[in-house]
């Protein structure tokens, strides 16, 4: 199974921003949609931002404005940039495939994600 790998996580106070990345093996986000993922402690995972395969995007209202996904198609990578970010942004971010016709479908394999936090 595809374990995505993400990086760029990190402490930053608020208003200050972060640009995290992702590789995956294989044709993952060549072939699905790729959305980024955040799940903080005793909450489900929340699909925060996703990208189809023709560069439609889609934000959950929390971010739209601040957060910018992209993804480069032949290395099968995924980028997010974040800006403003504000405390309740601190989680552990995913990426992975995603299905725009069913958001709330989780893939069944993940990555072990990348720390970020929001603080002064």
């Known amino acids: 199974q595809v374990q995505p790998v993400e990086s760029g996580g990190g402490l930053v106070q608020p208003g200050g921003s972060l640009k995290l990345s992702c590789e995956a093996s294989?044709?993952?986000?060549?072939?699905?949609?790729g959305g980024w993922y955040r799940q903080t402690p005793g909450n489900l995972r929340e699909l925060v931002a996703h990208?189809?395969?023709?560069?439609?995007?889609g934000y959950v209202d929390a971010v739209r404005g601040r957060f910018t996904i992209s993804r480069d198609n032949t290395k099968s990578t995924l980028r997010l940039e974040m800006n403003s970010l504000k405390p309740e942004d601190t989680a552990v971010y995913y990426c992975?495939?995603?299905?725009?016709?069913?958001?709330?479908?989780?893939?069944?394999?993940w990555g072990r994600g990348t720390q970020v936090t929001v603080s002064s």
């Open positions: 992975n495939a995603m299905d725009p016709y069913d958001l709330t479908w989780r893939p069944p394999s």
């Open positions: 294989g044709s993952l986000f060549r072939i699905f949609a």
């Open positions: 990208i189809t395969q023709d560069g439609a995007t």
